[in-house]
């Protein structure tokens, strides 16, 4: 997904579109914590957490979470959300290029391809270095995207996103265009449109963004390049037996980073 931001500045209407469900993805990052380390899960950052699906749920179940996103709209929204429910995440606005936390933790997760807003080779190693710099010794770092089949320099999937809630009908289509991604950057040019029917109304917003895309293998050279960081897993699913292989079951490229020191 790319840096749409006529779409994650209205972060409400976001939330409305995706809805995500998130439990089996939440109970297969608590597994795999548990299976590489042998300890409970304590403390977790979600980064470009959107909404923060996945920050309230670690929350709610006792792990100290942090929730971080580009977009203030997002994080108020997801501050707001949070605290109707009674979820206590610490949120704050920043930047994955150039992050910080008060201290190291377990986990860090960036789900639904937002790493793909990330489109230099300097702005990853840069990324990767500040999570080398942010893990415990045997955390790890979850990174979710598309599978490479469904979306890659060669060929974009078309998507439509809808819902509903309280009377606000949400629907993105995305892309609009053919996206054609250049050959020597592997980024693409994406355009999306935002429908919102509220009150009677009908809202339109259109946008335009950028996308890179990139293998398993330049991000596990990219994670190397940074000194902190390397690639020490990959599943096709939230799931601990599924691999990330071309059968019809991989819907997702999960990749784990863990750290080199
Ligand atoms: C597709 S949304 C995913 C949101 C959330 N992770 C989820 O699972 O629904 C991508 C998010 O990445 C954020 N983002 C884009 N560039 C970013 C950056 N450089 N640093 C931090 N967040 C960024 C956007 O603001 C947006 O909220």
Redesign the pocket.
Known sequence: ?A?LNEI?RRARYYDVA?D?KIDGEVQFIFDLHRRRTGRPLESLL??????G??ACAFAKRGVRTFG????PE?IEYAREVAARNGVDVAWSA????DFTLPQPVDVMLN????LD??LLNEEIVAHFRRVGEHLVPDGFYLVELTHPRDCSPWGYGVYQYAGERNGTRVIIDWPVNKPSADPLTQVTEVETVLRVFENDEEHVFHDRAKERFCTAQEYSALADLSGRLRLAGAYGDFRLDQPFDNSPAARRMILIFEPTR
């Open positions: 997904m840096e994650y995706f995500r979600e980064i470009a957490c959107g909404p699906y996945h971080q996103d580009l977009r997002m920043a930047d994955m290029r789900n639904y391809d937002s807003c990330l």
